[in-house]
């Protein structure tokens, strides 16, 4: 499984980390979704076959933040 390291920015507390995992998490084919809030990126393992780096990236916009 690839893993994928994004810097996300806007994150700055509980709340952000779940919703960002939340979003990551109801794409076909994350496995896994690790976000440090205190470097601001967000470590996901995911099938390339099933998910594609642009969903990634959009379900993280769609809940409010951005991926810099």
Known sequence: MPR???K???MSC???KAAVEAA???LNGVN???VDLKSGKVI???DEGAAAEQELTEAI???GYEVV
């Open 61 to 63: 916009k769609n809940a």
């Open 14 to 16: 509980g709340h952000c």
């Open 8 to 10: 996300v920015s806007g």
């Open 32 to 34: 896994e979704v690790e």
């Open 24 to 26: 990551l998490k109801t």
């Open 4 to 6: 994928k390291e994004l």
């Open 44 to 46: 996901v393992d995911y």
